[in-house]
Structures are given as structure tokens and as C-alpha cells.
């Protein structure tokens, strides 16, 4: 599915046979388990109630699956140029989260590249790249899929007087489009910071860092639903 789903597409096969792996709880839960290595493994997720994918795909706590297996994109990471693999299934954030930007908050002056060229970061304060729609529930990103083989870039610029604003129309997504936000479709974003930034995977704080590179992986792996 390098190529992503199409308007009126099927999407999902029927499951067969039994899952590769059973995870419960947390999206960072769900990536350990897709950074092990198998090829299109088949997973079957019990999310906590914190489960940002899950909310994208509809999946809900408890409930016993239909016996779908929808194929899902993954990002792979390489942090300050470790070879270490690390995995998200469904959100990173470079500096200050949307939802946590306060007047106070200073550009990060990141040089960012997307697909192979630069866009203008000098102003931002904020990279978020999403693979799925929701950030701790919130509808950050509108058109957000994490089936159909692409990831959305967003970066934040937006002058103190108008992050309040933003932050109050991220529940239903009316925060885009902003002037002050570029969105960019992304396979693959190389970020560079001069002084150390947080870095957030999947919702849960990660350190901070001064090189990324982020790599999206179509059909990395198959969730049972």
C-alpha cells in the first residue's frame, strides 16, 4: 500500500489465523512491539484510554474485534544519529506541544528539511508530524490517516498573541488552516536544532534532542479490529 489508499477503496483485509502479538495499553506500548522487527506482523491491541491511535481507527477498550486487519503506517527514528531503532505508531513532536504553547515560549530556530528540501523553521517554536488525526485527543491533525502510506508535517510560528486562540480550537480541529502554520505531506523530515529541544513520541516525553530524522514506513504493520 506504498502508495496509499484511494476515495472508495477497501480498506482492511479479513484477519486469518491467530495474532503475532497481543498488546494492551498505551500507543508507546503498541510501537515497542512494532520496532521488534517481524514483517507485517498482525497485532491485536486492547488500548488504555490514552490510545491516540485507537481513536483514529475506532478501536475501543474491551471490545472483542471483527475480525478485521487493517494494514498501518509507522515511523521509524533516528535521534542524534543513534543506530538504535526507535518507533512511533502514531505522533512526534519537536519542541513545544500545540496543546502546551504559551505566550512565553521563544522559536526553536530548527532547520528542518521535508522530503529532501528545506522549509522556512526559523520562526517556529513547534514540529509536530503525524501519522494519525489525534494528539491526547485533540484533532490536531483534520486530514490525519495512518493507513494511507503519507505523514503530515506541521510547523508552528504563530506570534504569542495568537497561541491561546489556536489552543482552543485544537479539540475539533478549527485551528487549521493558520497563516502561521505550514503543513507539508512527508515521507521522510531531517530536523536540526542548535541547543537541545524536547522531543515527545507518541504523546510521552522522549529527552530532548539536536538531530532527528523521521522515516514513514506504509504497512509497517497490520492491527486487528
Known amino acids: 500500500m506504498t502508495g496509499g489508499i484511494r476515495p472508495g477503496e477497501r480498506w482492511g483485509t479479513e484477519a ?5 502479538f497481543d498488546v494492551a495499553g498505551s500507543d508507546p506500548a503498541l510501537a515497542a512491539v512494532v520496532g521488534r522487527g517481524l514483517a507485517d506482523p ?3 491491541f486492547n488500548p488504555g484510554r490514552g490510545s491516540d491511535l485507537a481513536r483514529a481507527v475506532g478501536l475501543v477498550a474491551g471490545a472483542a474485534p471483527a475480525g478485521m486487519a487493517l494494514p498501518l503506517d509507522a515511523f521509524d527514528l533516528m535521534v542524534d544519529g543513534s543506530p538504535a531503532r526507535r518507533v512511533a ?3 512526534i513532536v519537536v519542541g513545544v506541544a500545540p496543546d502546551r504553547l504559551r505566550p512565553w515560549h521563544r522559536p526553536a530556530r530548527l532547520s528542518v528539511e521535508i522530503d529532501g528540501a528545506p522549509v522556512e523553521a526559523g520562526a517556529a517554536t513547534t514540529l509536530v508530524v503525524m501519522n494519525g488525526q489525534y494528539l491526547r485527543g485533540l484533532d ?5 490517516h495512518p493507513g494511507d502510506g503519507v505523514a503530515e508535517a506541521q510547523l508552528y510560528a504563530l506570534p504569542p498573541g495568537a497561541r491561546r486562540a489556536m ?3 485544537l479539540p475539533g ?3 487549521l488552516p493558520h497563516p502561521a502554520i505550514t503543513i507539508r ?3 521522510q523530515i531531517t530536523l536540526r536544532a542548535p541547543q537541545p529541544v524536547p522531543l515527545e ?7 530532548r534532542v539536536t538531530g532527528l530524522t523521521v522515516t514513514l514506513h506504509p504497512s509497517a504493520y497490520r492491527l486487528l479490529v
Not at 16 to 20: E, I, Q
Not at 140 to 144: C, E, F, K, Q
Open 16 to 20: 486469518s489465523g491467530p495474532s503475532d
Open 42 to 44: 498482525l497485532i491485536r
Open 89 to 91: 505508531v502514531n505522533s
Open 140 to 144: 490536531v491533525s483534520p486530514r490525519g
Open 167 to 169: 489552543r482552543s480550537r
Open 173 to 175: 480541529g478549527a485551528h
Open 185 to 187: 505531506r512527508a515521507h
Open 201 to 207: 513520541i507518541d504523546g510521552a516525553a522522549a529527552g
